[in-house]
């Protein structure tokens, strides 16, 4: 009997030593309410694919006393949400917090209704001098943003911050979707292991981000170029116009609307790699940057100019060749009227499609046929080879039927070396047998993008 009584005894001041021992977090701020549910939040009602038009780089800010949880998004996309341009969704959280702060631990929790169940997302926290990285939870139902219905429960990211993380005064606390695809909020709460209350800092600017575009752009007088800067801002206050400064020289000023503004500044040609030192001063307070000036790329675009040849989409059967037959007169016409410029003034054309030419050279004047071969052969007027855009699922007689076209071309000494397909994605495997055989070099290609993915960023080889 004394041993049970012991036992019992024992098993008591276990429990109570737990109890002391236990760290009891008391709540510093709540984002949200623990419901399961992210309704409070923005974009809920509405369409998610809508996240960019309302928050530019997926990013949103709150401001714990001012903000309410209908300013932030109810998902945080992640690098692989196409939806979202592939980019880190990001939340930057500010709140002011009395002189406890800096002796406090604290504990954020991210209660999620929802994770992506194939990809769930790596979380980056940081505040001040400290960062970690969490892995959240992978959820159950992947159509989540589209139906609203899950059956996940217990979803939650929890990250301890040490004391010294925060300090008396403002605080900045970012939430950063690292990897991996989206997730959804329920609440953000964040606990201390000691009272901390917290204040309410003053209105002004922070600057989060900036970038040096590696480019020049022209600016308002003839032969002036600028290097683009990107700035990243918070407004904590009101809608407000600040002038900005770089290396103490005036720049100009920008407009700020509450919340994060992205916003371009200009400064002259002749900054490459060098660090410049950018202030942004509204009515109270001041942001600084440093920013390395990237060096710009040169690039020479070559330009094509030609019309598509759309039949039945553009104008129906019965008039489009009309339009292209008065095409090729105005390309003609417009050869003549530059043809004293310098030779990288005078006009250029390129045809797309072998059926308008055919026609036109068919039944026009002699005259005109022998400027349209003279300006051919000066290199200001292209023939192709295609004689339509055609789809793959021709067969290889069809193809060799609309290339004969080439032949005729080839008697009136007319070169022909490049073949265009445009709107009509790929090509038949014949063509890269019959155009080499025709002294076709060149094959360019114009990919309907909303109907299939393009399979090259860059000119390829075809043979």
């Not at 709150?62 to 949880?69: A, L, M, N, Q, W």
């Not at 994770?115 to 980056?124: D, L, V």
């Not at 080879?385 to 071309?409: D, I, Q």
């Amino acid at each position: 009997m004394k041993r049970h009584k012991h036992s019992i005894l024992a098993v008591l001041a276990a429990l109570l030593w737990g109890s002391l021992s236990a760290t009891p977090y008391r709540p510093v701020w709540e984002i949200g309410r623990k419901d399961g549910s992210a309704a409070e939040f923005a974009l809920y009602d509405g369409a998610y694919s809508d996240l960019l038009g309302r928050f530019p780089g997926a990013a949103a800010a709150y401001d714990v006393g001012r903000s309410t949880p209908g300013e932030i998004p109810y998902i945080l996309p992640g690098p692989q949400d196409g939806w979202a341009g592939n980019g880190n969704g990001s939340l930057l959280i500010r709140f002011g917090a009395d002189a406890q702060a800096s002796r406090a631990e604290m504990r954020l929790t991210l209660y999620l209704v929802e994770s992506q169940a194939s990809s769930p997302p790596t979380i980056e926290i940081s505040a001040g001098g400290f960062r970690t990285s969490v892995q959240a939870p992978a959820g159950d139902d992947i159509n989540y943003p589209d139906t609203k219905r899950t059956s996940a429960r217990g979803l939650a990211i929890e990250a301890l911050l040490p004391a010294g993380t925060f300090g008396a005064g403002e605080n900045l606390l970012t939430i950063r979707n690292a990897g991996g695809s989206w997730l959804v909020w329920d609440a953000i709460v964040l606990e201390a292991d000691r009272s901390v209350k917290c204040t309410r800092p003053g209105d002004g600017i922070a600057l989060i981000g900036s970038h040096s575009q590696p480019g020049l752009i022209y600016g308002r007088t003839e032969g002036e170029l600028l290097h683009p800067v990107t700035l990243t801002l918070v407004n904590w206050g009101k809608p407000q116009r600040a002038g900005w400064n770089y290396d103490g020289k005036p720049g100009g000023t920008v407009a700020l609307s509450r919340g994060i503004n992205t916003v371009e500044v200009n400064i002259p040609e002749g900054y490459e790699g060098r660090t410049v030192d950018f202030e942004v001063h509204p009515n109270r307070g001041k942001a600084l940057a440093a920013v390395e000036i990237a060096p710009a790329d040169k690039y020479t675009v070559y330009l094509v100019q030609h019309t598509h040849t759309d039949i039945g989409y553009t104008k129906p059967q019965t008039e489009i060749l009309t339009e292209h037959l008065r095409y090729i007169d105005y390309a003609v016409e417009y050869c003549d009227l530059t043809a004293g410029y310098p030779d990288d003034a005078k006009f250029r054309w390129t045809c797309e499609a072998s059926w308008p030419v055919r026609e036109w050279l068919r039944i026009r004047p002699k005259a005109q046929v022998d400027k349209f071969i003279r300006y051919v052969k000066a290199g200001q007027i292209e023939v192709t080879a295609m004689f339509f855009n055609m789809s793959e699922l021709s067969g290889e007689n069809n193809y060799k039927t609309f290339l004969e076209p080439v032949a005729r071309f080839r008697e009136l000494g007319l070169p022909v070396e490049t073949a265009m397909q445009n709107d009509v994605n790929g090509i038949a495997w014949c063509l890269a047998d019959y155009l080499p055989d025709l002294g076709v070099k060149y094959f360019s290609i114009g990919s309907n993008n909303h109907r299939a993915l393009v399979p090259f960023d860059r000119p390829t080889l075809y043979r």
